[in-house]
């Protein structure tokens, strides 16, 4: 009769840790929704300000309907046209000499020294 009380008491606590093990997960899966609600209560805040805002930027577009400044631009008159087969008119040439190297500058000395290359090839 104490086996028998024994089994039975080890089935009972077995079942009770069974139960605990269960409320633990539905108190956490309550506080999981909790936080899940309150997230989208938030969303629809943030949802219904920005509807607002888009309504009243609407409305302002309607009322004040803004308009880009239009740019005048100014433009030299146009060359005179030249008759058929006649010439353009004279372009100024004029020659340019390049500047003289100040005095004791070594000109042109890049890689002298390696006559045959990288390799040592001719």
């Not at 609600?37 to 805002?53: C, D, F, P, T, Y």
């Not at 000499?97 to 070594?106: F, N, V």
Request: proline content about 11%; charged content about 30%.
């Amino acid at each position: 009769m104490v086996e028998e009380f024994m089994k039975v008491e080890q089935k009972n606590s077995g079942i009770e840790q069974l139960l605990q093990q269960l409320l633990d997960e539905i108190a956490g899966q309550r506080s999981a929704m909790m936080k899940i609600e309150e997230a989208l209560k938030g969303m629809k805040e943030v949802a219904g300000e920005s509807l607002k805002r888009i309504e009243d930027l609407e409305k302002r577009e309607g009322e004040h309907p803004t308009q880009q400044p239009q740019i005048q631009y100014s433009f030299p008159p146009p060359s005179p046209s030249h008759p058929a087969g006649g010439k353009s008119p004279p372009t100024l040439e004029r020659r340019m000499d390049p500047p003289q190297p100040a005095h004791g500058l070594r000109i042109e000395t890049r890689n002298r020294g390696n006559v045959e290359g990288i390799l040592g090839i001719p």
